[in-house]
Nanobody, 124 residues
């Protein structure tokens, strides 16, 4: 089955850190740009970051820029989102999505794969 699977979500205290994983199953991520999105309760989905097949990184403007870092390990067929200095406002379901692209992070691509999401909760 071809899919992306997120993991690593959970409960963390304010100021803490988490690392989310997005692992591909059934296909290789080598030629894919992978995006992270999040959707907080009652809010629209927002972009967080993207990493291209050539390891270029891009961060959406917003509250996560400067605190979150994206990386990939093609040997593990996995993309990571490293989240630091978490606040209660970071509570959301985090999704990864993939599109095959020749380098770069296209604007508004037609994603081929979406993960099921992983919940991050930031609370005392």
């Amino acid at each position: 089955q071809l899919q992306l699977v997120e993991s690593g979500g959970g409960l963390v205290q304010p100021g803490g850190s988490l690392r989310l994983s997005c692992q591909a199953s059934g296909f290789t991520l080598d030629y894919y740009s992978i995006y992270w999105f999040r959707q907080a309760p009652g809010k629209e989905r927002e972009g967080v970051s993207c990493i291209s097949s050539s390891d270029g990184t891009w961060y959406y403007e917003g509250s996560t820029k400067g605190r979150f870092t994206i990386s990939r390990d093609n040997a593990k067929n996995t993309v990571y989102l490293h989240m630091n200095k978490l606040t209660p406002e970071d509570k959301a379901v985090y999704y990864c999505a993939g599109v095959r692209a020749d380098g770069g992070c296209p604007n508004n691509p037609q994603f081929e794969y979406w993960g099921q999401g992983t919940l991050v909760t930031v609370s005392e």
